[in-house]
């Protein structure tokens, strides 16, 4: 009985043990759906060009492609891992040049479909719970483009050696070395084709990792490591690829794959294998080429009509600088037939800087919305409108697109995509059409920070906003927060009278060293940013002119309630108690932490993006807005006139509260700036003027 049940058994085991004809060699010189032994999970997918696509450029996805059988790694449970060699070619092509996740991993693995795994951060390899066990006999080398704090990774563009751990037990800055031995960088999101070396030699017990740029492999490896792989694998495991994308995204490809067992896996021609398909990047060039070439042949058109008719009635006059600056310039008259002539029925709106109104442009019937502006210094005109073009080249879902511009004496007309939505204010205060649910709110505020992001370090220059508020994001027909008006305070910081400068913003999402230093930063925004946070988790404006005086400032607020223990009580009340409570809570402590009136104690725009996405955790302890590092700046202005007004306008004990001294030396020192801080555009910006 015994014995014939030890048969069965072991006829079970050898009928459940793999196939072992077994195959010690893969080799892919590019993909084909047919006959191609890979299971791919997730979004992965082989495209008519025979590339392997792991995900596009969707946030959080993940893809997973693995040879279909379990190839053989050990001569029994206990015994030594074979040697292996793989080479593979690789590309990844961020969705926006230069902001792109989250990479991509070479694996060996027990299961082909890695369930339970997660994206982002986790590449979809493991998840938050089994991040380091052992008994997830995974190994993998990862190809990663983002520095998550969380994980130790040196910086943003790394090839690490991962051991049942995202947390690299051997990394190095992503290069390959010449022939002269010189060490040479690569930029793995450049989109340019990689081929990657991974070689295991399980006598000398070393893994090493090579890179290079074309199909020679150089002789020194960028990563050499001294491992044994035995405890680690198991004697059967799956071999293949990895990939996820965060709230950033890139697309990751492999062009060709070749492994091999016990020896040295075939080499791969780059020259042979499918490329990508046009690059983007192209695409818009051409587009733009054609724009150009299309507007540039309208502007040569309407501009000798109109010099025709400047002859009769001595018309708009273009400046030839104008026809330089190129793309982006429209007629006047265009325009005017778009709005129906600037009608106070298409009138959607007075923002920041002059009326807008709604149009649909006549030949391709896009709905427009044209800002005018008028603008009374004629000389900064110029340098204003290079600026415009400039920005109008930047693109992101998460900003309202600029699509051109008019220049019509002193009035300067920009058209924007048309937002159904509109503003995101009206959606907030004074009850609003619709009340947003926390979902959508939370959507909103990733869309921003992401928008925001992309202005901070996604383009050649680093674009300030200067006037993040919550009527400047603007949602579209999805609800997706977009950040409009970008660039433009520029003009009003240039300003008519060069010796002074004048700040812009908006009274409560004013940056505390704006006062003092003038210069709007990265850091400023950020602090805008927080302002707007905590205004859509509390539906409250961050200065509440006719609110209860304990109320006035909304950060100050949202801090008791925090040092309270009764943050929940912030949250805005028409939400009803619907809302995920972590992501309220994480929301209003990074609201916080941007409020901080020391700029350096301020997230960048990078790190709330990381918070928003929840690959690092929000500080559990928080040090108070109000407290100011001083070290580094002890100028006798001390902090904002703004905050100290206001802070002081109550004596609450506040834990923000401001000494008199203090506010005094402020009130002596900011005789005139900080007045037009207060000349504020809002109308809590307005009546707190009066009331002063
Ligand atoms: C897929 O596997 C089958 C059987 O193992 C083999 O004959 C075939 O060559 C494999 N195809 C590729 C592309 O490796
Ligand atoms: C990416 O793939 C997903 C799932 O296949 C799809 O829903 C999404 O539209 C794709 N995104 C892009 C930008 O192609
Ligand atoms: C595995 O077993 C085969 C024969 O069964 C032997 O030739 C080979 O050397 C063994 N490999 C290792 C690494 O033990
Ligand atoms: C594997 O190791 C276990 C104990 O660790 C031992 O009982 C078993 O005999 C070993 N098997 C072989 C094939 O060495
Ligand atoms: C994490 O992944 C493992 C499998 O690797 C799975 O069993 C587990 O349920 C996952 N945990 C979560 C929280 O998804
Ligand atoms: C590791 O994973 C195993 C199996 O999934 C589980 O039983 C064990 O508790 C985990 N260990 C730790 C430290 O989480
Ligand atoms: C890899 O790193 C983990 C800790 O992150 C450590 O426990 C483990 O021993 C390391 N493995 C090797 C082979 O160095
Ligand atoms: C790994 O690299 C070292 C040089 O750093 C070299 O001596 C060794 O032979 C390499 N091993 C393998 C398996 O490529």
Redesign the pocket.
């Known amino acids: 009985m015994a014995t014939s049940l030890t048969i069965l058994l072991a006829i079970v085991f050898l009928l459940s043990t793999p196939v072992t004809s077994q195959v010690d060699e893969i080799f892919y010189g590019g993909f084909s759906d047919v006959g191609a032994n890979l299971t791919k999970t997730g979004v992965a997918e082989i495209d008519k060009d025979g590339i392997l696509r792991l995900t596009n450029e969707t946030s959080r996805l993940m893809g997973h492609a693995f040879h279909s059988f379990p190839l053989q790694f050990k001569n029994s449970t206990n015994g030594t891992a074979f040697s292996f060699s793989t080479s593979f070619a690789f590309a990844i092509v961020p969705e926006y040049p230069k902001l792109g996740g989250h990479g991509f991993a070479f694996a060996i693995s027990p299961s082909k479909e890695l369930?339970?795994?997660l994206p982002s951060q986790y590449l979809g390899l493991l998840?938050a719970?089994?991040i380091g066990n052992f008994s997830n006999h995974l190994f993998a080398v990862e190809f990663d483009t983002v520095k998550d704090f969380e994980f130790e990774d040196i910086n943003d563009n790394h090839v690490g050696i991962d051991i049942d751990s995202l947390e690299s037990n051997a990394s190095s800055p992503a290069a390959y070395y010449t022939d002269d031995s010189t060490q040479q960088s690569i930029n793995l999101q450049s989109g340019n084709t990689i081929q990657a070396w991974i070689d295991y030699d399980s006598v000398g017990n070393v893994l090493n990792v090579t890179l290079s740029p074309s199909s020679s492999k150089p002789k020194l490896p960028i990563l050499s490591f001294p491992l044994d792989l035995s405890p680690i694998l198991q004697e059967f495991m799956y071999v293949g690829f990895s990939a996820s994308t965060g709230l950033l995204a890139s697309s990751h490809y492999v062009f060709g794959w070749s492994f091999k067992m016990n020896g040295v896996a075939r080499s791969l021609d780059l020259s042979s294998l499918p490329s990508l398909p046009e690059p983007k990047e192209r695409h818009t060039a051409l587009t733009i080429g054609l724009s150009v070439s299309s507007v540039v042949l309208v502007i040569s058109a309407v501009s000798i009509i109109i010099y025709m008719i400047r002859k009769i009635r001595n018309a708009d006059v273009i400046e030839a600088w104008e026809l330089d600056i190129g793309p982006h310039r429209f007629s006047y008259q265009e325009l005017k037939k778009a709005t129906k002539g600037f009608r106070d029925k298409e009138l959607l709106g007075h923002g920041g800087f002059g009326r807008v109104y709604r149009g649909t442009l006549p030949n391709s019937q896009t709905q427009i919305a044209v800002k005018r502006i008028s603008h009374d210094s004629k000389q900064g005109m110029r340098e204003f409108v290079s600026e415009i073009a400039s920005i109008g080249r930047l693109r992101h879902r998460n900003l309202v697109q600029l699509l051109g511009w008019c220049r019509r004496y002193g009035n300067l007309m920009l058209v924007y995509d048309f937002m159904e939505n509109g503003s995101l204010d009206k959606f907030l205060f004074d009850e609003p059409k619709l009340i947003l649910s926390w979902e959508q709110r939370f959507n909103i505020i990733k869309g921003v920070a992401s928008g925001l992001l992309y202005l901070h370090e996604g383009y050649e220059q680093v674009v300030i906003h200067r006037d993040i508020k919550a009527s400047n994001v603007l949602l579209d027909n999805e609800l997706n927060g977009r950040v409009g008006d970008f660039g433009l305070a520029r003009l009003y910081e240039h300003g008519s009278n060069p010796g002074t400068t004048r700040v812009v913003g908006t009274l409560g999402y004013l940056a505390p060293e704006l006062s003092r230093t003038g210069k709007a930063t990265t850091n400023s925004d950020v602090f805008a940013f927080g302002a707007l946070l905590l205004e859509v988790t509390c539906g409250r404006r961050p200065i509440e002119a006719k609110a209860l005086p304990e109320e006035l400032v909304l950060v100050d607020w949202v801090w008791d309630k925090w040092t309270e223990g009764r943050i929940l009580e912030a949250v805005d009340s028409t939400l009803t108690g619907q809302y995920d409570e972590g992501e309220v809570v994480m929301v209003l402590k990074l609201g916080l932490l941007c409020s901080s009136y020391s700029p350096t104690a301020r997230p960048s725009m990078r790190q709330v993006v990381r918070y928003l996405e929840g690959e690092v955790e929000v500080p559990a302890v928080l040090n108070p807005p109000c407290a100011y590092d001083g070290g580094k700046d002890d100028s006798p202005g001390f902090n904002d006139f703004v905050h100290s007004y206001v802070s002081s306008s109550y004596e609450k004990g506040s834990s923000c509260s401001v000494d008199n001294e203090n506010v005094n030396a402020g009130f002596a020192s900011v005789n005139a700036s900080p007045l037009s801080l207060l000349n504020g555009r809002g109308t809590t910006g307005g009546s707190l003027g009066s009331s002063f």
């Open positions: 369930r339970g795994a998840n719970s089994d």
